[in-house]
Structures are given as structure tokens and as C-alpha cells.
């Protein structure tokens, strides 16, 4: 039988603030069952999506039974995020493939959370306000996604240089402090701000205090990016001289 202490030393990674260290310790003990099956981490990756998008759903029934019930399923499922990682490592099988799984995951699950609030806070509230801040925290949401450098997009001669901004702008080279308050108001991880609002059977201030971060967030990571591109060109305009 697999150890949890065997699980940690092979599964190793390195974590970003307190509430990161925290859900993948967690995490070791949803990886132990899987470890001596025959599912794939990919399909773990699924596991979890249907966890957030069930969560969603229960979000969008309106009552706070069912949108307590909701925040934490889709809790719960997160944990089948660090599953999927875990088994990958631990059978040295990481793939291309199931990060990029992983990444459109994240994507759509946290669309589906926030979709979901945004309906059942109307539903319980009646207060179309609610809409209109929740189609803005989705939308900068998506924005702020789609505002994400992209190799792609630049000549081959270009990427390196891309590269390195790309790299620069990783939140997990945020300070402490930032990372602190990162991980209190970002929705994957547990105990956040969104949780605490609903627990508290007020969706209506977690929905108006999200639709401003995100908001913030999208404008900052567009004027960071510009801004970071801008001095790249510039040094090497100057290295060209």
C-alpha cells in the first residue's frame, strides 16, 4: 500500500503561499485512492470539470442551501486538481496534453462559478444590479484571459524576448504580501472571500466585490503588459544603435 509520505516525496512541487501548500497537501490524500488504478490523470482532469460545472449549476439555483452546497463542490472538486497533477508526477507521465487540459479547465470551471453566482444572486436578491456586475466580473474575467501574452502570436525571432516577459509577469513572483491576498480572494482555493459571502448568505457583496477585482485585475494586467513590452522594445531599439 502506497504511503501518503511516498505520495508527497514523488509528487514534490514547489507552491506559492500558505493557501497553495495547503490544497495540495489535502490533495495527497484524494491522490492516494487513484494511485494503484488504472485511471489517467486526464480523466481525473474531467473528474474535476465536472465538479465545477455541477457546482455551478447548484450556484444558479438561487436558495443558499443550494448555493452553499454549490461553493462547496465545487471546493471539493479542486482538490481533483491537484489529483491529476499528482498522478502525473508520481507515474512520471506529464504531458503537453494534460496541461493544457488543466489550463482550459481552470478557464472553464471558473466561467461556470462565476456565470452561476451571477444568476442565483439574482434569483435570491431580485436586484438586477446583480446582473449587470456580474456580467462584468465575466467578462473582465474572460478578458483578462485573453489579454495573456501569446507566443504564438510573434515571429519565431520574436519569442524569446516574449518569453521573458511572459515569464516576468508569473504571479507567483508576486511578493508575499501580494500572494497573501492573492490567494484570500482567488476563487479556486478554499476559505476565500466568494466562500465567506456565501456562507454568510451575502452573494450579493461577494458578487460586487469580484466584479471590481476583476475589473482592477484586467485593467492592471493590460497596462503591466503594455508597459513591460514598451521597455523590451526600447532596450533593444537601444541595442541596436
Known sequence: MVSIQEIRQKCKKQYFGFSNRLIHE???????????????????????????????????????????????????GNFFD???????????????????????????????????????????TQNTLSLYLGGMMVGTFIFAKLFNLNLMSYKAELRDRVARI?????????????????????????????????LLNQPFIGLACYAVLHTVEMIKKLATTLIMLQKADDDFSSTQK
Open 26 to 76: 489535502i490533495g495527497f490524500y484524494f491522490t492516494k485512492p487513484f494511485i494503484n488504478t488504472s485511471i489517467t490523470s486526464n480523466q481525473v482532469t474531467l473528474l474535476w470539470l465536472f465538479f465545477g460545472l455541477a457546482g455551478a449549476v447548484m450556484l444558479s439555483i438561487g436558495t443558499y442551501k443550494w448555493m452553499l452546497i454549490g461553493i462547496l463542490t465545487y471546493h471539493i
Open 82 to 124: 491537484c489529483v491529476d497533477g499528482n498522478l502525473a508526477r508520481y507515474r512520471n507521465k506529464s504531458t503537453l496534453k494534460g496541461q493544457y487540459l488543466e489550463q482550459i479547465s481552470h478557464h472553464i470551471t471558473i466561467t461556470a462559478i462565476l456565470s452561476g453566482l451571477t444568476i442565483g444572486t439574482f434569483r435570491m
Open 166 to 198: 511572459v515569464d516576468q509577469l508569473n504571479p507567483r513572483k508576486r511578493s508575499k504580501f501580494s500572494i497573501f491576498v492573492f490567494s484570500f480572494v482567488r476563487i479556486e482555493h478554499p476559505l476565500n472571500l466568494m466562500f465567506f459571502c456565501i
